[in-house]
């Protein structure tokens, strides 16, 4: 970073930001293998806030790589990239007042750390999908496990990458026995227990 580059506050602080929205700024952080359900459990509870009506955002894997990270791969270089540049962009919509969904592999426990460093305590809230990997690969949503398992494709997490679970994460959910419902509802109560979802005071 160039010495001449200068940090500017702004007028407006996040809490303010939130507090018009009624709500507190957090970050959920999705972990876990390709098929563990990221996806699938960050959009479910995604529209559950929305039809509470709280102001959300949604990161995810797939469509990331499309825009923002086009240039980075599956090396362990370009995936600390990746991890780093998606948890500059949750803060700053987190910034923004919002609560945001993140839902990405983060097979890095340095990475994840690096983001939860980003965040005052209690907003980043570790979302550890523990499904097992036999459940995950039977379920191969994307046929991305046959191809890994044939060796057409490679460095895939689970497989030929390594995959560092949380050591202490906030939540765990293992889809391979718990509803979409129940999951949603697992993380309702963990955001209503902690008053994430009323306005707080400055962080
Ligand atoms: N080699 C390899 N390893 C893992 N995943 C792969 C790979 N190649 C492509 N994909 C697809 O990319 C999605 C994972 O992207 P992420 O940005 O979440 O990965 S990471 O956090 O940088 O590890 C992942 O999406 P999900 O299935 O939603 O996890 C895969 O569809
Ligand atoms: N209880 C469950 N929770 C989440 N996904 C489930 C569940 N049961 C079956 N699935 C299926 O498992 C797959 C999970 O894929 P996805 O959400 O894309 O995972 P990821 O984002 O971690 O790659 C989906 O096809 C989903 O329909």
Request: aromatic share 8%.
């Given at each position: ?181 129940a999951c949603v509802e697992n993380l309702l109560c963990y955001l ?12």
């Open positions: 970073m160039s010495d001449h580059i200068v940090w500017h506050d702004h007028k407006i602080s996040r809490t303010e930001r939130a507090s018009i929205k009624h709500q507190h700024p957090c970050l959920l952080w999705f972990t876990g293998l390709s098929g563990s359900g990221k996806s699938t459990i960050a959009n479910a509870l995604d529209v559950a806030l929305y039809h509470e009506g709280y102001h959300t955002f949604l990161l995810d894997g797939d469509n990331v790589r499309h825009g923002l990270n086009r240039d980075l791969g599956f090396s362990n270089e370009d995936r600390v990239e990746n991890i780093r540049r998606i948890g500059e962009v949750s803060k700053l919509f987190a910034d923004a007042g919002l609560i945001v969904l993140s839902a990405f592999i983060s097979p890095f426990a340095s990475d994840r750390r690096l983001v939860r460093n980003m965040f005052p305590a209690g907003e980043f809230i570790e979302v550890f999908m523990d499904t097992p990997l036999a459940t995950c690969e039977e379920r191969d949503p994307k046929g991305l496990y046959r191809k890994a398992r044939s060796g057409e494709i490679h460095d895939f997490t689970g497989i030929d990458s390594p995959y560092e679970a949380p050591a202490h994460p906030e939540i765990t959910l293992d889809t391979s026995n718990l509803s979409v419902d209503k227990e902690r008053d994430l979802l009323k306005p707080g005071g400055d962080a």
